[in-house]
């Protein structure tokens, strides 16, 4: 195992229960972290801190004597901005900066298909486009994104951005159909961000080998993910769905329902 420590942020999420079992394998110790409680109490080899990512000095606390980070903790749907500024903003600030003060050499950010949610679905992109955030919640991945970017130009902490489509058992509807990502090929994508060198910055799509593709990974072909699922096995089930109407975000836009939500309250 080439980590001893590893540290899961955001452990009692829906990605991070999946992790904290599958990261079994690559780390002597696994540290999970999560504002919420998480069950059950600490496994062997496993360490549970709750820690709020807005607070600096818990976070700092948290990352030291990690070698790498997997960074999942935040808000994860669109919210007020207020909401997720805390979490998600301050959140990747305090990670990266106690990546560098603990000499912390390699993070995983969960980033996500929302920094790009408004191209339209019959769009092409790779790695390099312009982003195109469909929200705060979109905002503060694309702003993650930058902080892994500065923080390898200035302190050389390297990073992998997973731009992550839509990681759940099965495809929930069409537009999944293309943004899928099965919890199998996340796993073996999240080995290649750990175990690759010199990834430097790297942004990469997370989704598994659907047949109808919006975005190419060959910018990130020295991580050599290779996914082997596809959404094509749900196809029948999912076209028994209603066809969402023309006008529809979800039949639009990359980032479907997403890119409507909002405003909330005061906003
Ligand atoms: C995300 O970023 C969300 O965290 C997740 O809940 C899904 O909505 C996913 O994107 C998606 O776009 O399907």
Request: proline share 5%; net charge negative.
């Amino acid at each position: 195992r080439p980590f001893n420590r590893l540290l899961l942020t955001g452990a009692a999420g829906g990605l991070g229960k999946v992790l904290r079992e599958r990261l079994r394998p690559y780390a002597n110790i696994l540290r999970l972290s999560d504002i919420g409680e998480m069950a059950p109490a600490a496994g062997p080899h496993e360490e549970v801190v709750r820690c709020d990512l807005a607070d600096k000095a818990a976070v700092h606390q948290l990352i030291e004597g990690v070698d790498a980070i997997l960074h999942f903790g935040s808000v994860s749907v669109e919210r007020p901005f207020e909401e997720i500024l805390g979490a998600n903003i301050c959140g990747v600030f305090h990670v990266y900066e106690a990546a560098r003060r603990h000499g912390v050499k390699r993070v995983v950010f969960a980033s996500s298909n929302h920094v790009i949610g408004f191209y339209k679905q019959d769009e092409h992109l790779d790695a390099n486009c312009l982003r195109r955030p469909d929200g705060y919640y979109g905002l503060s991945k694309s702003y993650g994104e930058d902080m892994a970017s500065f923080y390898f130009d200035r302190y050389g902490i390297e990073t992998v951005s997973i731009r992550i489509g839509s990681s759940f058992p099965e495809p929930a509807n069409r537009r999944m159909m293309s943004t899928w990502l099965s919890y199998d090929d996340l796993t073996h994508l999240l080995e290649r961000c750990l175990y690759t060198p010199n990834v430097g910055h790297t942004v990469v799509y997370g989704m598994s080998d659907n047949r109808d593709v919006w975005w190419d990974n060959s910018k990130a072909a020295h991580l050599g993910f290779k996914p082997k699922d596809s959404s094509e096995v749900f196809r029948d089930k999912i076209e028994a769905q209603p066809m969402p109407a023309a006008d529809d975000p979800a039949r639009i836009y990359q980032g479907g329902a997403f890119v409507a939500a909002g405003p909330f309250g005061d906003d």
